[in-house]
């Protein structure tokens, strides 16, 4: 079956690029606002965008209500967040902290979600996070102004934390690091098999 863009409205076209662009790994972002509220929130359109300079990329789709997440406006006004990689035995809390709560009100307290300080910016780390980037805003840029249109967010990469046990000459433990991934609708993978293949 062959899809022509011109045809779809906006939830088709969300439906199959959110469902065929899987699995997706997903940043648990930690930011602080400008009175000091500390906000987590997961986003799964999320990828390095550079390795020198280290930069990461999110995008931020606009919801249909055009009611954002606390964690642009954070940024926007204090430039500074931590992407807490989700492992799977974070994955319940990460799903938790998606919901809408007042501005007010800080994620980690209504969930339980356990931090720590971070090194080189002001929100909080979460502690069990398996390897996490502290950041520094870089840019941001809109594509469309409507619902379903996104905002992309660089972030330069100031410092990285990787837990002990997953750091071996001067790599990440693939196999062990057991990150989540994101599939289309409430679906999320969790490797069964780590398997590695040489490149040609």
Same mark, same amino acid.
């Given at each position: 079956?062959?899809?022509?863009?011109?045809?779809?409205?906006?939830?088709?076209?969300?439906?199959?690029?959110?469902?065929?662009?899987?699995?997706?790994?997903?940043?648990?972002?930690?930011?602080?606002?400008?009175?000091?509220?500390?906000?987590?929130?997961?986003?799964?359109?999320?990828?390095?965008a550079s390795c020198n300079p280290p930069v990461l990329m999110y995008t931020q789709i606009?919801?249909?209500?055009?009611?954002?997440?606390?964690?642009?406006?954070?940024?926007?006004?204090?430039?500074?967040?931590?992407?807490?990689?989700?492992?799977?035995?974070?994955?319940?809390?990460?799903?938790?902290?998606?919901?809408?709560?007042?501005?007010?009100?800080?994620?980690?307290?209504?969930?339980?979600?356990?931090?720590?300080? +971070?090194? %080189? *910016?002001?929100? #909080?780390? $979460?502690?069990?996070?398996? =390897? &996490?980037?502290?950041?520094?805003?870089?840019?941001?840029?809109?594509?469309?102004?409507?619902?379903? +249109?996104? %905002? *992309?967010?660089? #972030?330069? $990469?100031?410092?990285?934390? =990787? &837990?002990?046990?997953l750091y071996s000459d001067g790599i990440i433990d693939q196999a062990r690091i057991d990150?989540?991934?994101?599939?289309?609708?409430?679906?999320?993978?969790?490797?069964?098999?780590?398997?590695?293949?040489?490149?040609?």
């Amino acid at each position: 079956m062959n899809f022509d863009i011109s045809d779809l409205g906006n939830q088709a076209k969300y439906r199959l690029l959110n469902g065929g662009v899987t699995p997706r790994p997903i940043a648990w972002i930690s930011t602080r606002s400008k009175v000091g509220v500390d906000n987590l929130a997961p986003y799964s359109f999320f990828t390095v965008a550079s390795c020198n300079p280290p930069v990461l990329m999110y995008t931020q789709i606009t919801p249909r209500t055009d009611i954002h997440k606390d964690t642009l406006k954070n940024l926007m006004e204090t430039g500074e967040c931590v992407v807490n990689i989700v492992s799977s035995d974070l994955m319940d809390m990460m799903n938790a902290t998606s919901a809408s709560l007042p501005i007010d009100e800080s994620e980690f307290s209504h969930v339980g979600v356990e931090y720590s300080a +971070s090194q %080189t *910016v002001l929100p #909080l780390s $979460v502690e069990e996070s398996p =390897v &996490r980037y502290e950041c520094r805003l870089r840019e941001t840029f809109s594509i469309g102004d409507s619902a379903g +249109s996104g %905002t *992309v967010v660089l #972030l330069d $990469v100031v410092s990285i934390y =990787v &837990r002990d046990d997953l750091y071996s000459d001067g790599i990440i433990d693939q196999a062990r690091i057991d990150s989540v991934g994101k599939m289309g609708g409430d679906g999320y993978y969790i490797a069964a098999e780590y398997t590695e293949l040489g490149r040609p």
